[in-house]
Structure formats: structure tokens, C-alpha cells
């Protein structure tokens, strides 16, 4: 079978041989290797599945050997396959070595038939697929689409307690004064500030933050706290500026001040 | 005569495939399109005019309608259904201000005309105010009132009752009551209760006819 | 008795009814619409999967006709009336050979990964070639493949049914005839077997609910 091959091959026709030299010229239109071995199997005139490999991995290393002697620069995946047929080349031809292991020359040869045959059928079933109606070019989706158009209504809503406050509003309006703060129960910082500047004099041993509460501001928790708050801030103020030290034992335990230096 | 039929006979699609053609050249062309137009793509021969007539008959009572666009042809859809190309959103937004003063002058001192609604609030009512409260259909025209220039007057619907859960306008809280509940200042300047008074005397004379049941 | 009233209360529209509401609707999108997306369209209990099996049987052999794309419907101009429409025709890019070839390894062979695709083609696939059918939204990622290195899949989206005019991957051209004569077997190359062997069993699997309706 190996020698028919040959010899088939020595014996083809210039025709071939013009073909195989127009497939070098065209080396940079084959998608890759197995897209040469499918238009090479081509040019043995069968069916797919009676492609002679043997003949076909000595057309391609034909070829490749014609593409070297044009100097043609292949890419490293044609030259891979090359030697991969030529294996195959040599497991087809020599008797099979019962010592040596993995898949037969047969097996071999029956994939890459098999990939062969694959690929052409991915090829015509690409061809049937691009040859169907397509959409926006022989049948056409609506022209003036319509999108759903998102309405907002706008509902107003209001309560009889806003139209009583509104009412309300328009006959005191003549009573309207400016909003500002009610100050009567208000101990500014500068007021506390000023106030313990006048006492750390006295401050030399630790003593409670909360004694220095301006007097009279204590019973109202309102005032009470206004008046803490600025203390504790008026207290700060005095620790940057380094006249008075801080304490606290724990968290929530009094907070203690003492003049710095003593 | 007959050779000009029977070559316009021979060449021309049936009528029921030019309407076919019709239909799907009205369906994928981005605008509406004139008879000429649908000539000019059509079979030599063919009668668009002709074919749009069955064509729209065809589409009578359908989801969709064939209809005329100035001198053009469409596919629209069927008004009724235009519902379902929108999907509705509803946003409540509280009234503004000058609305909902308007509003609350209007309900207390109906029937009311635009000059006075603008005495009370002391700032001019704009257009829109006064059609976004009827638009709501919370106010409405009442009568006119018979001094010089008959102005319109403004009075409250049923809706503004049914909206604010009110019988009658005369259930709105008079001043004393909001008063009382601390909506009103309690320290009126002097001279503004008095006036208050007044007003609120006053009012039920012209106000009996609209709040009678 | 109260669940009558509530049924009532939510009576759909009777089906010629139904059928008009769906009629609009695929009228007025350019985009295959899903039976899902109709019914949250629709009045409350409305089927327009019913509605649609009437729709499809009124336009047969009409100008444009009601397609199944995937699990959506559209209405298409019929494919015997394109040569009418040169003016609709948009110029696409022409795909080169291997974005065409790719697109039909992954609608044949979904869902497949890009190792699989450059086995069959014997070359190694461009990332340009797999981006400019994602960008054309012909195929899109599937689920990963079960194998070491958990590779991402492709396959074909309802946007490739649509523009092929495909109701369901099924329908592909010679899908069976490929299918019985073994050329969508994942066969691994002799002496791989055992390696591939977990990839085999579990392909098809993945395939069937894609082919699956």
C-alpha cells in the first residue's frame, strides 16, 4: 500500500504539481496546518474518509520542502506538523515494534482523518449558516421601534395638617421674626473660658471639673448641660495652652483639672 | 386601453402579494413612507394605493393600525393599547409652598377671588399655582362676584373634601382651634385678633351658599 | 366568596384581546421580547403564550411574520420579500474566515471552549476573532468546564438566533446529520484519552439543555 502511494505520487501529473506550487505561493492564506492538509487531501480526488494519510503526510512534507527551497518563511506550527507526518510517515511505513508503547500508526492516522473530515464539515456548516436569511439584510426587524417609554406621574399630596400649618403661617406672618437661637440658657465657651481663667489660680491640687460650674446653672439640666459642655471645652482650651492638666481615672469616672506646675 | 390593462395585468404582482409587499416594506423602514415611495421599490406595475386600502382594512380592529402620516404611511399601534408601551411611574411630590397656601386660603375663605387669595398671602399668585389646584381638581371656578370686573371666584371641590377627609369646608379648625392646638402663635400682634375676628364673622355670610349640604 | 372577587378583580382580558396586546407589543420593538417580559406587560393573568400561538397562525404567509428567537419572539419581514428593502439593508462588516468559522464551531459544538475550537480549526484563535463575535453579540461565556483549569465555555446567544433566523440551536443546518455521523464528538487524539475522558463525559450534558427547547 506504502509503494503504491509512492508511486502514485512520483507518477502524478504535472497538474498536481503546478497545484502544489500554487498552494506555496498562497502559504499565508491556510489557516494553519490542518487547513493546508484539507485543501492538499483535496487534490487526491476522494472522499474524505478514503484519504490516504500516507499519501497526504508526503504531499505536505512535499510542500514544506518546496517552501524551504523558495526560502519561504513558515511559521514554527507547519513545521511542527511536518515532523509530527513525518513520524507518522515512519510508523505507517515500518512493521509495528511490540515493545514500543502509545497509539499505532493506524490510530494516528485515523485521527487526523477524522480531523480532516471535521474541519471540512465545520467549513460547509459554516457556508450553509452564512447562506441562511439574515437579519438586516433579507429580513428586517421593525423600523420604527417604539421603546416602552417610562411615564413619571407626578401625584401631589398633602395633609390637612399641612393646610392648617400653612393657614396658620399666612395669618401670623405679621408675628414673624427672624429665627435665632434662644441664648437665655446658653454658657458660651468664651464665658466659661473667661470664668476659669479667673479660678485656676486657685486650682492647685486636683479637683473636679464639675465644681467650676458657673452658679445657678446647675438645677436645669438644660443649663446644666450648656454649661458643662462649655467648661469641658473652655478646659481644653486651657490644657493646650498648657495651664492646667487633666485627669480621668476611668471612662464616665469625674474629670479632675489641676494648675500645671504644681 | 385594454393593452395598457392586461400589460400592467402581466407585469404586476397579485394584488394579495403586493399587499405583502406593502406590509413588510410599512413594517422595516425607519419612517413612514409615500405611495410614491412604495412605488418606486414595488414591482414595475404595482398599485401600492390599491394595496394599502386592503391592508388597512386588514388591520381594522387589530393590535396594530395602518395609518396615514401627512402624505405618508406607517404601522402604528392601535390607540387603545398605547398603554402598553408605557410603564407609569408614580412619583408623589409634596406641594410647594405658595400651592398649599393657596389651597388652605381658598378652603377658609371660598368663595374667593385671585386679588383677595393675594391680599391675604401678601405675594402674588402665579398661573400655575392656581392651575396645578385645579388640575388636581382641588379647587374649581365658583361664581363670579358681583363687583366691578366680576371676577372669578375660587371655591374647594369634593375631591379636596374626600382628599383631606373633611365633610365640609366648615370642618376645617377655625383659627381659635388651631390656636389652641399650638399651630398658631399664641401671642397675636395687637390689632390681628380683632381683625381675625372679624374676618371669621364675616365670612359665613358669603360662604353659606357653598358650604350648605 | 371573597376569592371569587378577587378573581374577578384580576379577570384577564379575553384572548382576541390578549392577542392584539401582544400584537402591538412585538410590533413595537425591534428586539425579541421574552414571553416573561409580555406577561409583565400585559393586564394581570394574561397568557400571551397562547396568544402568541394565535398571533403566529394569523401571520402565516402574510409581509412579515411572528418568529421564535430562543425563548423570545419578534415579528421579521418575511425572508422571500429582502430584495425589497435594499434601502433597510445595513452594510456589516464583513467577518473574515475565521470569525465565521469560530461562530459556527461554537453554535455546533456549545458549549465549547477555546482550547476545543483551536483543536478543531488546527490554529490558534485570535482574541480579535472571539471579541468582535462577543461585540457582535453572537456568542457570550457559558458556564466553565468541569476540567482542570476550569476553562470558560462558549456559546451563541438569542442575538445570533435572531439574526439567523433561528428559532432554537436545534434548527442549525445538518446539526443531526453532523451529530449521527460523530464529526461533534469531542474525540481526543490517541494516547490523550484517559485525560480528556472527565471533558467527554461531560459535554454533552451541557450541550443537551442548550439544544434542549
Redesign the interface.
Known amino acids: 500500500m506504502s509503494e503504491t502511494g509512492e508511486d502514485d505520487w512520483e507518477a502524478d501529473d504535472v497538474e498536481a504539481r503546478l497545484a502544489a506550487e500554487a498552494l506555496i505561493v498562497d502559504v499565508d492564506g491556510f489557516?494553519?496546518?490542518?487547513?493546508l492538509?484539507l485543501t492538499l487531501s483535496r487534490t487526491q480526488k476522494v472522499d474524505l474518509r478514503k484519504v490516504s494519510v500516507l499519501q497526504l503526510a508526503e504531499q505536505y512534507l512535499a510542500f514544506i520542502d518546496q517552501a524551504k527551497a523558495l526560502r519561504l518563511e513558515l511559521a514554527a506550527?507547519y513545521l511542527v506538523m511536518a515532523a509530527w507526518l513525518a513520524f507518522l510517515k515512519s510508523r505507517l511505513l515500518l512493521p509495528p515494534d511490540p515493545s514500543e508503547e502509545?497509539?499505532?500508526g493506524e490510530?494516528?492516522a485515523?485521527?487526523l482523518a477524522?480531523?480532516l473530515?471535521?474541519?471540512a464539515?465545520?467549513?460547509?456548516?459554516?457556508a450553509?449558516?452564512?447562506a441562511?436569511?439574515?437579519?438586516?439584510?433579507?429580513?428586517?426587524?421593525?423600523?420604527?421601534?417604539?421603546?416602552?417609554?417610562?411615564?413619571?406621574?407626578?401625584?401631589?399630596?398633602?395633609?390637612?395638617l399641612?393646610?392648617?400649618?400653612?393657614?396658620?403661617?399666612?395669618?401670623?406672618?405679621?408675628?414673624f421674626r427672624p429665627f435665632v437661637m434662644d441664648r437665655e440658657k446658653v454658657f458660651t465657651m468664651e464665658q466659661a473660658l473667661d470664668r476659669m481663667r479667673g479660678l485656676i489660680g486657685f486650682a492647685g491640687d486636683w479637683t473636679e471639673l464639675i465644681s467650676y460650674l458657673p452658679e445657678g446653672w446647675e438645677a436645669d439640666p438644660v443649663k446644666r448641660r450648656s454649661a458643662t459642655a462649655a467648661t469641658f471645652a473652655a478646659t481644653l482650651e486651657l490644657v493646650k495652652a498648657g495651664q492646667i492638666e487633666l485627669r480621668q481615672g476611668d471612662v464616665f469616672a469625674p474629670i479632675q483639672i489641676r494648675k500645671k506646675g504644681t | 386601453m385594454d393593452d395598457k390593462v392586461n400589460e400592467t395585468l402581466f407585469e404586476a404582482p397579485p394584488m394579495a402579494e403586493q399587499e405583502r409587499m406593502v406590509e413588510?416594506i410599512l413594517?422595516?423602514?425607519?419612517?413612514?413612507i409615500t405611495v410614491r415611495e412604495l412605488e418606486a421599490r414595488m414591482p414595475h406595475g404595482s398599485d401600492p394605493a390599491e394595496a394599502l386600502v386592503y391592508l388597512k382594512k386588514r388591520y381594522e380592529g387589530r393590535g396594530v393600525q395602518v395609518m396615514r402620516v401627512g402624505d405618508a404611511w406607517?404601522?402604528r399601534?392601535a390607540g387603545d393599547l398605547g398603554f402598553l408601551?408605557?410603564?407609569?411611574?408614580?412619583?408623589?411630590?409634596?406641594?410647594s409652598?405658595a400651592?398649599?397656601?393657596t389651597?388652605?386660603?381658598v378652603?377658609?375663605h371660598q368663595p374667593v377671588t385671585r386679588a383677595e387669595i393675594e391680599e391675604?398671602?401678601?405675594v402674588s399668585v402665579s398661573r400655575g399655582t392656581i392651575d396645578?389646584l385645579i388640575e388636581?381638581e382641588w379647587i374649581r371656578f365658583g361664581r363670579r362676584r358681583m363687583t366691578p370686573g366680576r371676577p372669578v371666584t375660587f371655591v374647594v371641590t369634593q375631591g379636596f373634601l374626600d382628599?383631606?377627609?373633611?365633610e365640609n369646608a366648615r370642618d376645617?379648625?377655625g383659627?381659635k382651634e388651631?390656636r389652641s392646638?399650638g399651630?398658631?402663635?399664641n401671642?397675636?400682634?395687637p390689632g390681628?385678633g380683632a381683625a381675625?375676628d372679624d374676618d371669621e364673622d364675616e365670612s359665613p355670610d358669603g360662604q353659606d351658599e357653598l358650604f350648605e349640604d
Do not use: C, N, W
Not at chain 1, 464539515?121 to 459554516?126: G, I, P, V
Not at chain 1, 439574515?134 to 428586517?140: A, C, I, P, S, T
Not at chain 2, 382628599?163 to 373633611?166: C, I, K, P, S, V
Open positions: 489557516e494553519g496546518p490542518l487547513d492538509l506550527d502509545g497509539p499505532s490510530d494516528l485515523a485521527h477524522f480531523q473530515e471535521r474541519l464539515a465545520m467549513r460547509e456548516a459554516s450553509k449558516l452564512m441562511r436569511d439574515q437579519l438586516g439584510r433579507d429580513f428586517f426587524a421593525r423600523g420604527i421601534p417604539e421603546d416602552v417609554t417610562r411615564v413619571r406621574r407626578v401625584t401631589y399630596s398633602a395633609t390637612l399641612d393646610l392648617m400649618q400653612a393657614y396658620s403661617r399666612i395669618r401670623t406672618k405679621d408675628d | 413588510a413594517f422595516a423602514t425607519a419612517e413612514p406607517a404601522i399601534t408601551m408605557q410603564k407609569e411611574t408614580i412619583e408623589t411630590r409634596k406641594l409652598r400651592a398649599i397656601e389651597l388652605a386660603i378652603a377658609y391675604i398671602r401678601g396645578q388636581l382628599h383631606f377627609g373633611l376645617l379648625p383659627l388651631l392646638a399651630l398658631l402663635d401671642r397675636p400682634p390681628v381675625l
